[in-house]
């Protein structure tokens, strides 16, 4: 499955905003994809040696010009839970078969006047990706001498070469996975089992419902409190060796969340970071200011790597910081995604760049659907301003390379939405 963007969709609004909020858009859609496979006992991973030319070719947008042009993001590979993806690319002799494929149907315009965004199309230059072998130079870096090998360890030594493997799918017997497909009850997302129980066991709550309920907030209640057992809950399934939406990423993880907690009970309001690479915490720590508190929740649970920065009511700040939108206040907290952000582009090159946006995606897209799952709801905030969160936790200099602020995303009660009737989904 191939996806693309379409910048003059968001641009006309939005701007030179418009490019990352389309990666943001891919980030979710392969998220909602992968979410969707699951259940039906599938899988996907992305296709990440293929070059931006080759996708294009695949998609048949090769030659497209601006204003209305799709720019190529990806290529998805779907396969069966208890199979194994070992390639991470087209074979490059299929490519000239499409090259000369005869295209069908014009596109409809979107509008006939346009604006020129020349920041959006350098940017998109910029991040085009030529061909790669990383899974190549992993399977030869990771290869045993041709007599000691096995069938069986030969594909496990494939499984390890994904940094985030799916633990549970490759503990479920094949029956087990038709038992669960007859049953139409996939959870929202799997928790892997720790020193925290999930005392809601979303394993009963169907993934259908949960999908087809999700909105994003327009307003949220701020008397509203949060259970903090639903927050480290959630926060769990946001890493990735405890969730298989991640299985999808061939790299990082490379976002760690910054939270300002306002409602959410037995946790003192004020400024939070959650590490989701526990190995980065000195790093992270040399990075931001030195006054930081690093204080880790009485009630936390052991396994998080969840700490208290500041104790202060900073619910203003945060609505400030994203483009001053009240929501960011009034939700129970809201999150902002921090990236790896010097050390991927120097390791990758600058296609990584959107890469980094489409993890902050994924984590929003989960974000959404847990949020609907514990009677929440969520909302992604694309508008923010990076600089001055930047300088608010000390990330300045040269320092301030090291992360970047990508996504904003809130999570909390919503208030009822005047004037709107919600209907069902698909309704006939």
Partial sequence: MGLSSIFWRVSWKYGLRAFRYAQHDIGHAIAALTFAAAGLGWKTSLLLDMSSEDIASLLGISGEKVPEKQEPACL?????????????????????????????????????????????????SAAQKKGTDYLDKRDKSNEKPKEELKEESNEKSKEELK???????????????????????????????????????????????VIRKRRSAIEMNNSAYLEDEIFYAMLQRTLPENNPIFNSLAFGPFTHLLLFVNHVKDLLPGLYVFLRKPEEKDRFKAAIRPDFLWEKPKNCPSDLEFYLLMEE??????????????????????????????????RFGAWIYPYLFWECGILGQ??????????????????FF??????????????????????????????????VITLPAYEK
């Fill in 76 to 124: 998805i590979a779907v396969y069966p839970a208890e199979k194994t993806c070992t390639k991470s690319r087209v074979s490059s002799g299929v490519i000239p078969d499409f090259k000369n494929l005869s295209w069908k149907g014009v596109p409809n315009s979107l509008s006939p006047e346009h604006v020129e965004w020349v920041g959006i199309e350098d940017a998109a």
């Fill in 163 to 209: 940094e985030k493997s799916n633990e549970e799918l490759k503990e479920k017997s094949n029956e087990e996975l038709k038992e669960e497909l007859k049953s139409n009850m996939q959870a929202a997302s799997s928790l892997k089992t720790s020193s925290f129980r999930n005392l809601l066991n979303l394993d009963t709550v169907p993934l259908r419902e």
């Fill in 313 to 346: 009511t900073l619910d203003s700040f945060a609505a400030q910081l994203s483009c001053k939108q009240r929501k960011a206040a009034d939700a129970c907290f809201t999150a902002c995604m921090l990236s790896e952000f010097e050390e991927p582009l120097k």
């Fill in 366 to 383: 989960l974000l959404y659907l847990e949020a609907e799952a514990y009677g929440l709801r969520g909302c992604g905030i694309g508008c």
């Fill in 386 to 419: 990076d600089d001055p969160l930047h300088d608010a936790i000390g990330l300045i200099g040269l320092k301030g390379l090291e992360f970047q602020d990508l996504y904003h995303f809130a999570v909390g009660y919503p208030l009822p939405e005047i004037g």
